[in-house]
């Protein structure tokens, strides 16, 4: 398929954004040497006051593959407390990472139909709302409460084996629908019961499961959970192990 001007310029703001994440790490006399720019060229286009050309925004990205490995962006970053819990503040904030991730995400999916993004709020809010942006799709977030004003839920209980605490997660009826093909998005898979609780709600609304997506799965554990209510085996870019505890 031919690509159309629009195409063209969001490839060329995709460069800047992967440049603006090089430059997270090395300096313009870095960037200078690996791209064979000047620096006040360099400066212009992270600052956002000029586009460059299709043809050297083709050859940005280019040198930002061979430079930025994201799961090892995303390893370094994955820090745990004395008593194993995980800070994904680094991972949930950082708008340019994000974008970066939503845009793998849509490129593996682009040819499955998607209609729906579905999450579960909040964390994994920020990355589910570029990926929907990436495919032009809406968002359906499934929440811990009942809102206001809405008077049809699909409802599903979940407990964590840890604390024995049921739980429940409830979405609004129209925002889920037999016609969807939802892709289930979250950052983190840790014991497997919110994303199996998310399956769920697919299955109460009719939908079809195309997948789902996290960012950075704990341990193994949650393969049995997820497996018990879907034979669709969770994308995940960076797997680490269940952390020892004092």
Known sequence: MKA????????????????KILKKRYTYEHLAKLTNLPITVLNRYVKGHVLPSAERANEL??????????????????????????????LVTDVLLLKLIANLVAIKYQNQKITKILTVATDGIPLSTFIAGELGVNLALAKKSREAGVSKFYEVDYSHRTTGVIQTLYIPKNELT????????????????????????????????????????IGGTWKKEIKSVTDRAPEILVNVKEPETS
């Open 178 to 217: 037999a016609k969807d093909r939802i892709l289930i998005v979250d950052d983190i898979i840790r014991s497997g019961v919110t994303q199996s609780a998310l399956v769920k709600l697919v299955n109460k609304a009719g939908g079809e499961l195309v997948g789902i997506f996290a960012v950075v799965s």
């Open 61 to 90: 990205m280019k040198i930002f593959k061979k430079k930025f490995d994201v799961k090892k962006e995303i390893s370094e970053r994955i820090k745990f407390d004395k008593n194993g819990y995980f800070d994904n503040t680094n």
């Open 4 to 19: 159309t001007h629009l195409d063209e310029i969001y490839n060329r703001i995709r460069a800047i954004d992967m440049l």
